[in-house]
């Protein structure tokens, strides 16, 4: 046990064996996993209206960047709404780092993959790292990144890339660790810069991090720390501060979107809350589970995290005589993430909603699955450990492939996929040719989410406003729009359309009947001062393309 705990308390060049190694791992794991994914990294990803979004945030960001980086946040949705970057998670630091692929032209769907797997294989090693420092057990560290990068909530959200991006959990933690052990204070802002880079990366993690890491820290603090109380808490504070500082600058523009737009619903909420039963529940395409146990759940609710997890974290917490207070401050923290989870079913997050503004903001609290996981991979960590530690080499590298089978098997799922374009089809390569000016495409929906997601997409190719938007909310200006061009292609429409200041119309014949399409176009052709600039193959059928001059 001596060795054990020196490899945990000890220097990094201790901890950095083996790192590149277990990521290497991690990746080929993921191949095996999703494998129809990996396959077709460069035209495929899941059937979702989200991976259109994902592809605007990303090239949005890097457009902003490289154009106009003081109206980063004003994306060209919405028009003529500013701020519209804030009507969802920016997804910052995704952005910047797919921003240099997308600068020197790989394809949209290939950076998208890449971001969102990629996302995957590093958190897995972030909780590696964050394991073989509590434990100094490599085959431990590799079970915990298993649980964390395969679970049910993985494929739940496989579309949603800001809820891929959780490798700054476990970095902050170790971050958290590695001050109570040392008191350095490089380590305490290190514990912050992590969080602030987990607010960036993703506003819902953010949060809850933030609520979870100040809980755990306030124990670790009484229970289990190395250095005297006034050497932890000053670095700690330091790194509080960064965090703030950063965090609160973040989340200016997005109180000022939330006072406009409003709050979330209390009804929202509640049906994007877990219950007890959602921890039963997998998803629909789970091989194993998939039949017998997606119904206990809905969507954000399939929180299942595998039987082999929950086993391992019950050995270790009662195998030995007694858990280490790290395990005990580490079953605390999952307690209360899922009792936070709950939502307005449990007691801390309606406090927390009714007290902290921020969580006003937030309609999912489900999402604190993925900390119940977390928490529950380190303790599972601890259980492998303590079954392998008094095993031969030999027998403790059996017992890891046996384990590790075995949670692949659990969490084995289908990846059905359809393709995306890389470029754009006939009308939009016109208009990328004419003056700059709003653009509204038809249909508009009746009932969300319609193609408002594909259009923003598309409009990534040409990059003139749009009326069309597609995000978590949604302005009253663009409510109102639709109810007004829900008379469209007629005189009144036209009308709002001039007054709103819209320049250019398609009207994609793929979502109309034929004689639909055509009375649009014959009621078009018999409007004043509207001029059909052509007609235009795309992939799915003809697009009518208009000009209001």
Not at 205 to 226: E, K, M, Q
Not at 267 to 291: D, H, R
Not at 405 to 413: G, N, P, S, T
């Amino acid at each position: 046990m001596t060795s054990l705990v020196d490899r945990a308390r000890g220097s990094w060049p201790g901890l950095s064996r083996g790192p590149v190694a277990a990521f290497a791992v991690f990746i080929l794991l993921i191949a095996f996993m999703m494998w129809p994914q990996v396959r077709r990294m460069t035209d495929s990803a899941t059937a979702h209206q989200d991976v259109y979004f994902n592809m605007w945030r990303l090239a949005w960001v890097a457009h902003a960047l490289s154009s106009s980086p003081s109206h980063l946040l004003d994306g060209n949705i919405f028009y003529p709404e500013q701020r519209t970057l804030t009507f969802s998670d920016t997804m910052l630091v995704e952005g910047a780092v797919a921003a240099p692929l997308i600068w020197i032209g790989v394809k949209p769907v290939l950076v998208h993959n890449l971001m969102m797997l990629g996302a995957i294989a590093v958190s897995a090693l972030g909780l590696y790292m964050l394991v073989l420092y509590l434990t100094g057990s490599r085959g431990g560290a590799l079970v915990a990144g298993v649980i964390f990068a395969f679970v049910p909530y993985r494929y739940e959200h496989i579309m949603h890339m800001e809820l891929q991006w959780t490798m700054w959990m476990p970095w902050t933690f170790l971050a958290l660790h590695r001050t109570l052990d040392t008191g350095r204070w490089r380590y305490g802002i290190a514990t912050g810069l992590a969080l602030a880079l987990q607010i960036l990366s993703s506003i819902y993690y953010g949060i809850f991090l933030a609520t979870l890491l100040a809980f755990s820290a306030v124990l670790f603090l009484i229970c289990d720390r190395t250095v005297s109380f006034r050497r932890a808490v000053a670095p700690l504070a330091a790194g509080a501060l960064v965090a703030g500082l950063i965090g609160g600058i973040y989340g200016r523009p997005y109180l000022r979107t939330r006072d406009v737009i409003g709050e979330r619903p209390d009804a929202e909420v509640i049906t994007y809350s877990a219950q007890p039963a959602s921890y039963l529940a997998a998803t629909p395409t789970n091989w194993l589970y998939g039949g017998t146990m997606s119904n206990r759940g809905g969507p954000e609710r399939r929180l299942f995290p595998g039987t082999a997890a929950v086993l391992l974290a019950m050995i270790g917490l009662l195998l030995p005589s007694r858990p280490s207070r790290r395990q005990i401050v580490y079953l605390l923290a999952m307690v209360a993430a899922f009792e936070m989870s709950l939502g307005f079913r449990g007691y801390s997050y309606t406090v927390l909603h009714h007290h902290v503004s921020v969580f006003r903001g937030l309609r999912a609290p489900a999402r604190l699955g993925i900390f119940v996981v977390m928490f529950l991979a380190v303790l599972s960590a601890y259980g492998y450990t303590a079954i392998a530690t008094p095993l031969a080499t030999r027998h403790r590298r059996v017992l890891l492939a046996g384990l590790l089978a075995v949670m692949l098997a659990e969490y084995r799922a289908a990846m059905p996929l359809v393709e995306y374009p890389n470029g754009p089809s006939g009308v939009y390569r016109v208009l990328m040719r004419q003056r700059r000016g709003p653009v509204v495409e038809f249909p508009l929906p009746r009932d969300f989410p319609g193609r408002e997601a594909e259009y923003a997409y598309m409009s990534t190719f040409h990059w003139m406003p749009l009326l069309n938007g597609y995000s978590g909310m949604f302005p009253k200006s663009y409510l109102m729009s639709l109810a007004r061009l829900r008379s469209f292609p007629h005189e009144e429409a036209i009308g709002a359309l001039r007054r709103t200041g819209i320049r250019y119309v398609i009207v994609h014949s793929s979502s109309y009947k034929p004689a639909e399409f055509d009375e649009i176009r014959l009621e078009l052709a018999r409007q004043p001062d509207v001029a059909e600039i052509g007609l235009f193959q795309d992939p799915d059928g003809p697009a009518a393309l208009y000009v209001l001059p």
